[in-house]
Structures are given as C-alpha cells and as structure tokens.
C-alpha cells in the first residue's frame, strides 16, 4: 500500500509520499514514490504514484525515454508547454503501460496492474497546477472546493485534512498538517511506512523550494506523533459528555 | 455502506449503529442494524450488523424463527447457556444464508452477500462478552488489547477511537466517543448516514441502561459535530510548526 498527499495552497504546492512497498505482509520493500522533473526558471513537475510498482516504474522509465540511448534521450515531460499536457502525456503512458500488462480478457477487464498518479508542479506562464490522474488516462484538477488530493491509503488521515486545511496556510503549518495526516495512517495501517517524501515548491518560484526525506529518527516527525495523542485526548476532553 | 462500533468498557458495553443503507448512490433506504434478545434479569443480547441486507435480515428471522408459526417460536439465542454459544449460533446461521444465496461456483468462490456481524451481551452467571462474527461464521472476541469492533465503514472514524479509548471512561464519555467516531464517518462517507441508535448495557444488570434513537435534529449530536471541527483545530494549532 502506499499513502500520498498533493496539497494546493494560495502560496504553492505541499507534496508527501510514503516509501513503503508490499506483496503481502512478508514482502515489504522501500521505494520512492515521489519524482520530479525539473528546469530551473523554466519549470517544475512533481509526480507521485499509488499502486502496482511495475505499472508506476515502467511509467516513469517511460517518461524518462530510457528505453533511448542516453543521448538521445529529450523527455516530452520536459518539453509539454502546459501543465494541462504534461497530465496528458503522463495519463497517456498510465493508460498504455496499463493496457500492454493486461492479460488478455477484452477491454472491460479488471486489471491487477492499475495505478494512480497525482502531479504537480507549474510551467512559466502559467499558474500552478494539480492532477490526480486514472489508470484510464483521464484526470481531474483541484480547485477551490477540492484543495487536495490523496492516493493509497487515504481514509485514516483524510478527517484531519478536512479539518484543518485552510488554503491561506503556510508552508510550515502544511508540513504540519501533513504529518498529522501520515502518522494517522502510519499508525493504523502497517503497509504504509516511513521514512517519508517532502517537496515544497512556492508559486512562481520555478524551483524546488525544499526537498527532504524525513527519517524514523526525525526529531519533528516524532515529535508531532507524541503528542498529537495527547492534543487529540485533550480536544475530546473539551467537549461535555453525553447526559443519559 | 453502513457504520457499526460495539466497545467493551470496565463498566458495561457500547453500541451504536447507522441506519443507511444502499445500493448504488440513487437506491437509499433507511433500515435498523441493531437487534436485541432480552430476558429480564437473565439475558441481554446485542446484534449488529453490516453487508447485504437480504443475508442480514435472513440471519434476524432465522435466529427469530421466524419460518415457525408465531405461538411455536422459541428462539435458542434465548436458550443458549452462554454467549460462546449465542455467537456460534450466529454464526452458523449467518454462514448457512451466505451459502444458500452464493451462486453455484464451487466452494471458493467470493460471494457478493456477505456480512459482517458484531454480537454483544451478557447471560447470567458469566461476564459480559463482545464478538466480531465473519462470514464464514467464525468469530473474534474483544480482549483488553483489542477493546472494541467496527465493522462496514470502519477507517474514518478510527484514529480517534484508537486515541482516546479508555477502558475505565464512563457511559456517557464513551457515547461521546462514539459520537465523534461516528461524525467523523458521516462527514467522509454520504452512505452512512443519521439517524444512529445508540445502547448501553451496564454490566451484571442483565437489562438495558438506556437505548436511544439519535436523530438528525439531536442537540447533543450536532453540539459535538459542530465543536468538534474547532476542537480539532485548536488541538492542530498547539503543536508547533515544522522549521523549513
């Protein structure tokens, strides 16, 4: 399993993916979900991946072009003019790796190789953007009204994004947030591991703003995780107690 | 979808249960998933249910025997001498309806009527005990480390009973708990939905504390569905920022 969050603020984008990978319970290995393809002053794109690892490689080594010589190599992602297209290009290459790993069943046939992809990131000339995209190809934008977007495993910490998201937060308070989120899900579904993925990038920056792998040892990570606890037992306690 | 939550505390026992049921997002009915056998001053008995509807309401009128002649009714979850055995009934008639009504495949295939069950109460002369009933008819009992069962829609509303679970809580902090467990769930999932019935069995008392019907216009409910946003958020505001 695997949790990822992509968050759209008034001042940039928040990106977190967990490292975790799994068949079964016994099969537990560690691998990045975050990539990022970049051009200083020109243009940064973010994408995170859930689901099957040899449908979510493959896709990035397909964006990549590394089935070229190393030379001959110029990946679309770097070259699309618009967000709007790289979504495109990415749900393009999602849908055919999806559709080559098939087995054979007809078109309508549930396949066990599906992913889904969140992406992100800004082109100059245009204002950030944020993608979910489908294992069919297609894809939907945040917006005012659904700020962020969650792949994997996205209910455990899906109540305090709710809650505490406000779109005018700062990059500190949505570090915050997030980590409130992922320890949630940390804590109540082990196929979703640290160390995690950090990336701000700030609008109009055409740059990373910070990227971090946040370790078991983080002091902060932990710190949040003790005593959430204890913040949440206290709210519970501020409330008055049924009268039977 | 359905929402149910049994907990075991020092005092006694909890349930609550939603009232939604659905098939698609256009077909909704509002239907009890929670049944009681009572004796007095000899048996309480509390069933909840979550899956299809037809096997649950099938399990209810066989364990009702319902296929008898009213005045030739004599129920066994009213006779069984222990509440080991009131599951083990459960169960074997749960897994008889999921049987009868799987298509003919073979003996290993996944039938789309399952259900889930969670079975609570106390028989004179024993302690009270709380199950988790599957549909194979097999069942769990709930221990000091594994205090209380959700069963349908159960991620949502988790992270806070896991938080602030206590097992020595009163009745009328649990019921809080299981208030916010349940907001929490409403406001992530439209099929579950109000009104919730609520029950309290206090233990040794072998009859039932008190059991509610929690409507949409509740005060109480809507006093913490309300709070508990703000709550939230000023437990989320006392930790500290991350330092980027």
């Known amino acids: ?12 984008l928040v990106f977190m993916s967990d490292t975790r990978t799994n068949a079964g319970v016994d099969n537990v290995s560690r691998y ?4 990022t393809w970049t051009q200083p002053d020109e243009r940064v794109i973010v994408m995170m991946t859930a689901g099957n690892l040899a449908t979510t490689q493959a896709v990035v080594s397909m964006l990549d072009e590394r089935t070229k010589a190393p030379e001959e190599r110029s990946p679309s992602i770097l070259e699309v003019p618009t967000m709007f297209q790289a979504a495109r290009t990415v749900g393009k290459v999602l849908r055919d790796v999806i ?21 992100g990131g800004q082109i100059k000339g245009a204002p950030p953007r944020l993608f979910m995209i ?15 977007f969650q792949i994997g495993e996205t209910k455990y910490g899906r ?25 949630s899900t940390l804590k109540a579904n082990l196929s979703v591991g640290l160390p995690l993925d ?47």
């Open 99 to 119: 559709r080559e790993s098939a087995p054979s069943q007809g078109p309508d046939a549930e396949s066990p190789f599906k992913a889904t992809i969140i992406l």
């Open 134 to 148: 489908y294992p069919e190809g297609n894809f939907v934008e945040a917006s005012e009204e659904t700020p962020f």
């Open 159 to 183: 109540p305090i994004l709710v809650r505490a998201y406000d779109p005018d937060m700062s990059f500190e308070a949505a570090v915050k947030l997030m980590m409130v989120s992922f320890d």
């Open 32 to 35: 990045r979900k975050m990539f």
């Open 198 to 244: 950090l990336l701000l990038y700030e609008t109009d920056s055409l740059a990373i703003k910070a990227q971090r792998r946040i370790e078991e040892d983080d002091p902060y990570f932990n710190l949040i995780s003790d005593n959430w606890g204890e913040a949440l037992k206290s709210a519970f306690a501020s409330l008055p107690d049924y009268e039977i």
């Open 1 to 12: 399993m695997t949790y990822c969050v992509g968050l759209r603020l008034d001042r940039g």
